[in-house]
């Protein structure tokens, strides 16, 4: 994970890359760093902790943020604990190097005992010392210029990054490179400064003009003159291809919310909304994806449609794999990709796999997808982040438009995410007559009034509210659902970890009794949806059994419900929608739990210990 910036150019580099750095940070958080170079010297900045204290201890001091050159990390901790000497960035021995690093270097240890054997000495406990190490050692030995120095010492590395390397003693240039986590590169005018970045959040109110590094690639950055891009392994100069940025500076800032997470919640309605717009034609009874529409033989002749997600994108594939079933009748499968990628799974090209990724970066669904592919699978992505690595890794796709997330507990990229799964089922349901133009028809006018229901469903907030307060301080808590709400029990579970650190688990309502009824008491919170399409009998039956064992129960009931009130001890009314539909209203009032929960116990909401926005190693 982790995230790097840095800028080479004419202004004052210190507030660029320590903005660059708080727009990042939700990609890690455990330490942060920035190196500046004020024309003479390289003055290191480093502390464990947040963005924040790291711009505490520059704040007043001057000499810390002189210069047009800098570059920052925030860290996700992989080798070493988070400590100030962890943190990045790193020198070489010489103190003439510097790097930042987002990845793992796998044979560090290895290439460290090699370069101990050879006198160096070490101060962290980093795979990144070792890089930045060898990379000095590499163009002492073949007295070469930076750029070369670390492409030759890549190619002795295994394992994933995304660097940037400043050299003090030619201090016009900066050297990024990548392999497996993501890296940007921002142009100014005529070349006269660049940006780096591990997204291009931090210099979009500087240029749209950006160069995203695919895998094996290396820039030379050189202010003046044209990026030079080339490849790592084979050595060869590739055209840069620079991209024009579509992203706002107010679409990535809090607009008025306590924080993104919030933001994000109430961002829903719209987001849906731009998620299906051009493609849900719901008067003339079309669905437009050109994604689906170009490749619809691969779709309608699959053996099979696999779904790899992980965290809550999984969640979302287990909604799809309800509904592509449920309307398209073609059977699905879906799987953890981490699990996938290292089981040996049984995928033929006559399988189509769907990856689903908000960041469009998770490493594992990166390893799963090159794997499926590799296969002769078909491979289908939803991505949120557009020209992410997945997005450009698959064979074809659809963008969910929720616009940037920020939290790291998932929220708008969720229901997204089912917003383009329920078009996907739908278009496949039309084209193999699985559903009366109609049926399509009808579901389509009711989709369409999802966005409106959330919106009303985000004026219960304050029930929401009294709620949390009654159980902030619980020690575990069950969700359960059945059928489509099944998945969003998971979900609504997940959210609670997440952000309140409640030991919190989600079940199918009716597996309830194979375990989890042994740890209901009158102390266990037990949040059951029990919507009227999908089951409400049986789910007023497991209400039943858990009221009978004094568990307090909190149900997610539809408008007008009469038998839940009666035996439940709270309830939260959703507006009445189709079974397939209930997921994007049932899920709103758990993110909201879960955030006043969160916010009540006084937790970062936003940025949950341990947790990364972006989980770019396996
Ligand atoms: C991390 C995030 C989750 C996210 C998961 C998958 O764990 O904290 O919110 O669901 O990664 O991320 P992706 O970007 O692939 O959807």
């Keep these: 994970?982790?995230?790097?910036?840095?800028?080479?150019?004419?202004?004052?580099?210190?507030?660029?890359?320590?903005?660059?750095?708080?727009?990042?940070?939700?990609?890690?958080?455990?330490?942060?760093?920035?190196?500046?170079?004020?024309?003479?010297?390289?003055?290191?900045?480093?502390?464990?902790?947040?963005?924040?204290?790291?711009?505490?201890?520059?704040?007043n001091e001057k000499e810390r943020k002189v210069g047009q050159i800098g570059i920052g990390h925030t860290r996700w901790a992989t080798h070493g604990v988070p400590n100030d000497i962890n943190s990045h960035p790193h020198t070489s021995q010489s103190g003439n190097l510097v790097v930042v690093h987002n990845g793992i270097i796998e044979n560090y240890d290895t290439l460290r005992k090699e370069l101990i054997?050879?006198?160096?000495?070490?101060?962290?406990?980093?795979?990144?010392e070792v890089l930045i190490n060898l990379i000095e050692e590499v163009k002492k030995n073949e007295q070469c210029m930076l750029g070369k120095a670390v492409q030759l010492a890549l190619n002795n590395v295994i394992g994933a990054y995304a660097i940037a390397v400043f050299d003090q003693t030619k201090p016009d240039e900066i050297i990024v490179a990548r392999l497996g986590s993501p890296i940007a590169i921002g142009i100014g005018k005529e070349n006269s400064e660049f940006f780096i970045a591990s997204d291009a959040s931090p210099f979009i109110e500087y240029t749209k003009n950006a160069i995203y590094l695919e895998d094996e690639?290396?820039?030379?950055?050189?202010?003046?003159?044209?990026?030079?891009?080339?490849?790592?392994?084979d050595d060869i100069r590739v055209d840069a291809n620079i991209q024009k940025l579509k992203l706002s500076l107010d679409q990535i800032e809090k607009g008025g919310y306590d924080n993104f997470m919030l933001k994000e919640i109430h961002e829903q309605p719209k987001a849906i909304i731009d998620t299906y717009r051009g493609r849900m034609l719901a008067d003339q009874g079309i669905i437009?994806?050109?994604?689906?529409?170009?490749?619809?033989?691969?779709f309608l002749n699959a053996d099979r449609i696999i779904i790899i997600a992980c965290g809550t994108s999984w969640h979302a594939g287990l909604v799809g794999e309800y509904l592509i079933e449920d309307k398209a009748?073609?059977?699905?499968?879906?799987?953890?990709?981490?699990?996938?990628r290292y089981r040996n799974p049984v995928i033929t090209s006559?399988?189509?796999?769907?990856?689903?990724?908000q960041s469009g970066e998770t490493a594992d669904t990166l390893a799963a997808i090159k794997l499926a592919k590799s296969k002769g699978a078909f491979v289908f992505g939803i991505c949120n982040v557009v020209g992410s690595s997945i997005a450009r890794e698959t064979h074809a796709g659809a963008y969910t438009h929720a616009g940037p997330e920020i939290g790291v507990a998932s929220t708008k990229a969720f229901t997204t995410q089912i917003t383009v799964l329920t078009l996907i089922a739908l278009k496949l349901a039309s084209k193999k007559g699985e559903i009366s133009k109609s049926e399509?028809?009808?579901?389509?006018?009711?989709?369409?009034?999802?966005?409106?229901?959330?919106?009303?469903?985000?004026?219960?907030?304050?029930?929401?509210?009294?709620?949390?307060?009654?159980?902030?301080?619980?020690?575990?808590?069950?969700?359960?659902?059945?059928g489509f709400n099944f998945p969003v029990a998971l979900e609504g579970a997940l959210k609670l970890k997440e952000i309140s650190y409640i030991h919190a688990e989600g079940y199918p309502a009716a597996e309830m009794k194979h375990g989890p009824i042994a740890l209901i008491d009158e102390n266990m919170p037990i949040f059951v949806i029990a919507t009227n399409k999908g089951h409400y009998?049986?789910?007023?039956?497991?209400?039943?059994?858990?009221?009978?064992?004094?568990?307090?129960?909190?149900?997610?009931?539809?408008?007008?419900?009469?038998?839940?009130?009666?035996?439940?001890?709270?309830?939260?009314?959703?507006?009445?929608?189709?079974?397939?539909?209930?997921?994007?209203?049932?899920?709103?009032?758990f993110q909201l739990l879960s955030y006043h929960i969160a916010v009540m116990l006084n937790k970062n909401v936003d940025q949950p210990r341990n947790l990364a926005k972006s989980v770019t190693v396996e």
Excluded: W
């Design 117 to 128: 054997s050879r006198g160096y000495v070490f101060k962290s406990d980093t795979d990144t």
């Design 288 to 298: 437009r994806m050109s994604g689906i529409d170009d490749h619809i033989n691969k």
């Design 537 to 589: 009998e049986k789910v007023v039956s497991n209400i039943q059994e858990i009221k009978s064992r004094s568990g307090k129960i909190i149900a997610i009931v539809t408008e007008g419900d009469t038998q839940v009130k009666e035996i439940a001890d709270h309830v939260i009314e959703i507006p009445e929608t189709e079974e397939a539909l209930a997921p994007l209203l049932t899920t709103i009032p």
């Design 350 to 357: 006559r399988d189509v796999v769907i990856a689903i990724s």
């Design 217 to 233: 690639e290396l820039a030379i950055i050189k202010v003046g003159r044209d990026i030079k891009v080339r490849k790592i392994k």
């Design 440 to 482: 399509l028809r009808a579901f389509m006018q009711e989709m369409k009034l999802i966005p409106k229901k959330i919106e009303t469903l985000l004026k219960i907030d304050d029930k929401v509210k009294e709620i949390a307060a009654v159980y902030k301080d619980a020690k575990n808590c069950l969700y359960l659902g059945r």
């Design 329 to 340: 009748r073609i059977p699905v499968e879906v799987e953890y990709a981490s699990e996938f």
């Design 1 to 59: 994970m982790c995230g790097i910036t840095g800028y080479i150019g004419y202004r004052d580099a210190y507030p660029i890359v320590m903005n660059g750095l708080k727009r990042l940070e939700y990609r890690g958080y455990d330490s942060s760093g920035i190196m500046m170079f004020d024309g003479k010297n390289i003055l290191l900045s480093k502390t464990k902790g947040k963005v924040s204290d790291l711009e505490a201890i520059t704040e």
